[in-house]
């Protein structure tokens, strides 16, 4: 039975994460949907990332198994014209070896969160940033994430949703960069638990504020205790920018 890994781009503003649903609303489903539709078989898609919902990707990975022998051009091209008109994009499709999976063959995972730190709201992009009206210091916050890297048990920034077995992760990037008028989080390791991103980047843009300092951020490190988590960054700001194997 041949297998396929695609690469997908999605804005995830109007889906309600990458995990199938009931309602049939997740990335997966419309993916699994549309596959059938041009292929006339029911697939199960499985992705390198569970993003959540309003989450974004446009590195995100995923395979599936079917029956029969597909041309990889038609599975991009068939699949994305099934996929329309929602925010989901077939980049591209190839054979891969049963040996591949998308989710467990990862070595790493890299995202981009995007802050957009300026008093007047944007407009084009209100969806994919989140906006922060008031000044952020970029080299504290720099410096402050420092303090994350490496190996630790961040149950701190661990939803009380999140399925991992264990809280214990390596982190192996955290950049703070200035780019224009946003502030960029650049963020890699092999694996993250559910709201990780999301929670650092809360805690950091306290850094940023005033309000913590580095110490602040590695004392709720250190208290393995979701209630010393700062404020949980909202989801449009994140994207899967890529996943490497």
């Known amino acids: 039975m041949p297998r396929y890994r695609l690469l997908i781009e999605y804005d995830g503003t109007a889906f309600c ?3 199938s649903q009931a309602e049939g609303t997740g990335v997966q489903d419309y993916l699994q949907r549309a596959i059938f539709r041009f292929a006339g078989e029911t697939v199960v898609i499985k992705g390198a990332g569970r993003t959540d919902a309003g989450v974004h990707a446009l590195g995100q990975v995923c395979h599936f198994d079917i029956a029969k022998t597909l041309r990889t051009d038609t599975i991009r091209d068939a699949g994305n014209v099934h996929l329309r008109p929602h925010a989901i994009t077939i980049v591209s499709a190839e054979e891969v070896p049963d040996s591949f999976d998308a989710r467990f063959s990862a070595v790493r995972r890299h995202y981009l969160y ?7 709201p944007p407009t084009l992009e ?7 009206p008031v000044p952020l210091d970029v080299e504290r916050m720099a410096e402050a994430s420092k303090v994350l890297l ?3 048990d961040f149950t701190t ?3 009380s949703d999140c399925q991992a077995k264990s809280p214990v992760k390596t982190l192996d990037q955290l950049d703070v960069v200035a780019a224009g008028g946003e502030i960029h989080f650049l963020v890699s390791a092999r694996s993250f638990l559910h709201n990780q991103v999301r929670s650092m980047v809360g805690g950091l843009r ?4 005033g309000r913590w300092t580095a110490a602040d951020l590695q004392a709720s490190l ?4 979701r209630c010393a988590c700062a404020p949980v960054a909202p989801p449009e700001g994140l994207c899967l920018m890529r996943v490497d194997y």
């Open 150 to 152: 490496g190996r630790h």
């Open 222 to 225: 250190e208290a393995v205790d």
């Open 157 to 159: 920034f661990r939803s």
């Open 17 to 19: 994460g990458w995990q």
């Open 114 to 120: 995007r802050v957009f730190s300026r008093r007047a």
């Open 126 to 132: 209100r969806h994919l940033v989140w906006h922060v």
């Open 206 to 209: 306290k850094v940023g504020d």
